[in-house]
């Protein structure tokens, strides 16, 4: 269970990482910094 835990929130924090990622890549290619 605690495995299980681990991994479900160790791929919540990879994607929110990728998201992050890409809204601020998005974000200086939309204002141009």
Do not use: D, N, Q
Request: glycine share 10%.
């Amino acid at each position: 269970m605690v495995s299980s835990s681990l991994a479900l929130e160790r791929s919540c924090l990879t994607s929110l990482l990728l998201l992050s990622l890409l809204l601020s890549s998005g974000c200086g290619w939309y204002c141009g910094i």
